[in-house]
């Protein structure tokens, strides 16, 4: 059998595309978008936080507010004094922190809580958190959501500068 050299290139051509469609459509069978996964977003994605308030035991709070491109922060009974960047960034670390979904049934000492509100610029209703964190892991109970979330201890810093 003797081809020209256009006919062979047009030979490759639908060649590479017949195992093109081949790899996408094994691809989409072996490998599902719709993966079951345990983690859940603590925020909605590309989400921007608006105010974020922190509400301690004894009548101690702080007050995260978004002012132009700059943060305010607001205290009560609590000495912390942090930069823009590091307001910034606990702010990025509740934009991408993701944890793993727990069991409904789990039971914490409701006095060790610490609740967390915050106000989107995408949402009109107050997202509504309450943290505890433990030796080993930070708990977060979603209240809209109602689920359990766990993260890593080292996050206790990161979404509250408290700790």
């Known amino acids: 059998m003797k081809l020209s050299k256009t006919a062979w290139n047009n030979v490759i051509i639908f060649s ?75 702010m990025f670390a509740w934009q991408q922190s993701s944890g793993l979904v727990q069991a409904a049934d789990i039971v914490v000492d409701g006095q060790a809580g610490i609740q967390v509100e915050l106000s989107l610029a995408s949402i009109e209703q107050t997202l509504k958190f309450i943290l505890y964190p433990l030796t080993d892991q930070l708990l977060v109970y979603s209240q809209q959501k109602k689920i359990w979330l766990a993260l890593p201890a080292a996050m206790n810093h990161q979404l509250v500068p408290i700790f």
């Open 16 to 90: 590479v595309m017949i195992i093109i469609l081949i790899i996408n459509t094994t691809n989409n069978h072996l490998f599902p978008e719709n993966d079951i996964s345990n983690d859940e977003l603590l925020l909605p994605e590309h989400s921007v936080v608006l105010t974020l308030s922190v509400f301690l035991p004894n009548n101690r709070s702080i007050t995260f507010e978004r002012i132009g491109r700059a943060w305010q922060m607001t205290k009560k009974g609590i000495l912390l004094d942090l930069t823009n960047q590091q307001i910034e960034q606990m």
